[in-house]
């Protein structure tokens, strides 16, 4: 360790930001990196623990304590410490194909469960984790390494969010042929449009699949398989076919006026908003400014189209929470090392704040009816209250409406962020592949390989929606899963 007493000697500092009534005039990312000096002396704070629960990537508790990828993260943060950055980026890479992406969009579950942060702060893993890739970017330490041998299998890869990419980045290094297809215009999934500019800049994406392309990944994008290309075509043309499509069913919300125009899905919204940002004339986008805007759902797809929408220049926004709102302080039942459910104020509710005057949240609470006009535009939504209690035999938690609490609210436009459902039908029912009772891809516990023959499956196709490193992860299991059925074994 290079600094025994760093953790001791210095206090946890982050990037500055831009402030929020500066930073909403763009979509441009609005984190200031550290000087280099700075960031090394943050990269002290970590103190090589002996039990680093930081790259643990366990359970506990029904979610992820630690890096489910498992990044050496003492390690690299030593290194960069020590101002050995390339092979700080060697540790890095051994483990995460993206950390351009990962550091910037992970909720930073390694930082959750930073043994520092049992009774200080935590380590700034996420960012020292930014600093490494970036350094290797400016430094020519990320150029393209196309394999030297070529094994002549060819494999298919459908769908090129972070699942499908690490499968493919995987594969490819292996020495495999691989295309991917992907029915947007460009790569990335809901890297590219379903997380806005401010937060992921998509010269970031550009970057990375250029370097892919480079190393001999096959793209072709616009093609919609089990539409435009179908499943026996790709199972006759290659040897085995990976389906990463993700979990993009949408929860709708069915309440009365549900047909109104002015409603949309989340991922609609901030695909288009996207679309229009990269290219200015595409016009069919959906324009908050001036309008009064609810955002249905408190994760971070809602919070991201708050932000989108106050970029928009919208006239008001507010955000629906069924839940109840979530402590200032961990609990005694959530102890670290788990996840702390706590209350988090996200930029898009920062930004929220800074303009309007008050968090845009309304917590316990669900919409009862969408009311239109007589066009049948959205005019106004009717919300009421819920109570939250605890069936003391099921330990479960029941939800009911709070007679005489309805409220009306005039709103123009509702986006829908109450996250997915599973995957779309038309592409599984093209494979015939098995599916779970969540309509999730089935395979046997831990593995990859579906119900058909040479078919595989990874992701939030797989799993369910989830996070983007367990995106990555499962991406990096199904290529090991992969070269090994082709080859007889593996050193992937």
């Not at 550290?34 to 002996?50: L, N, P």
């Not at 540790?91 to 520092?116: G, I």
């Not at 093609?223 to 499943?231: C, E, S, T, Y």
């Amino acid at each position: 360790m290079g600094k025994p007493t760093g953790f001791m000697e210095y206090n946890r500092q982050n990037n500055t930001e831009i402030p929020p009534l500066k930073r909403i005039k763009n979509f441009d990312e609005f984190h200031v990196p550290m000087s280099e000096e700075e960031r090394r002396t943050q990269a002290s704070r970590c103190m090589e623990c002996g039990v680093p629960f930081c790259q643990s990537g366990m359970m506990i508790g029904g979610m992820a304590s630690g890096c489910p990828l498992n990044n050496l993260c003492p390690e690299w943060n030593d290194l960069l410490y020590g101002n050995c950055h390339e092979q700080a980026l060697m540790r890095l890479l051994k483990t995460n194909n993206f950390p351009e992406f990962t550091s910037r969009v992970c909720p930073a579950p390694c930082e959750a469960a930073c043994t520092c942060g049992l009774n200080d702060s935590p380590v700034t893993i996420k960012e020292n984790e930014n600093a490494i890739i970036e350094y290797g970017y400016e430094h020519g330490l990320m150029d393209a390494k196309p394999p030297k041998v070529r094994t002549g299998k060819k494999i298919a890869i459908v769908g090129s969010g972070p699942s499908g990419l690490a499968a493919a980045d995987q594969l490819n290094k292996r020495g495999h042929l691989i295309t991917v297809f992907e029915r947007e215009d460009h790569p990335g999934g809901l890297l590219m449009y379903g997380i806005p500019n401010m937060k992921l800049d998509k010269s970031v994406i550009d970057r990375k699949i250029e370097v892919m392309e480079k190393e001999g990944v096959v793209f072709q994008t616009g093609v919609n398989v089990g539409v435009d290309v179908k499943a026996d075509e790709l199972r006759k043309q290659f040897d085995a076919v990976i389906l990463a499509c993700g979990a993009s069913h949408p929860r709708d919300i069915n309440a009365p006026g549900r047909e109104a125009c002015g409603i949309y899905f989340a991922v609609d919204y901030l695909k288009r908003v996207t679309k229009h940002l990269r290219n200015p004339e595409f016009k069919d986008f959906i324009d908050a400014k001036g309008k009064n805007v609810m955002v249905i759902g408190g994760g971070d797809t809602g919070n991201d189209c708050v932000g989108s929408a106050i970029r928009q220049g919208a006239k008001s926004v507010v955000q629906l929470e069924m839940m109840p709102k979530a402590p200032e302080e961990r609990r005694a039942d959530n102890p670290w090392p788990e996840w702390p459910k706590v209350l988090k104020t996200d930029y898009g509710q920062q930004e929220a704040i800074a303009v309007f005057g008050s968090d845009p949240r309304i917590y316990e609470t669900t919409v009862k009816e969408f009311i239109a006009d007589k066009s049948g535009k959205l005019q106004q939504v009717k919300g009421v209250k819920l109570n939250w209690v605890k069936d003391e035999t099921t330990g479960r938690m029941n939800m009911s409406e709070v007679k005489g609490s309805e409220y009306v609210m005039d709103i123009d436009i509702v986006l829908i962020a109450a996250g997915f459902l599973g995957s779309e039908d038309y592409v599984t029912s093209d494979f015939g592949v098995e599916l779970t009772e969540r309509t999730n891809v089935k395979t046997e516990s831990g593995r990859y390989r579906t119900s058909e023959p040479g078919v595989y499956t990874a992701g939030d196709m797989h799993r369910g929606q989830s996070l983007v490193v367990w995106a990555i992860r499962e991406g990096r299991e199904v290529a090991r899963a992969v070269d090994e059925d082709l080859m007889g074994y593996t050193f992937i």
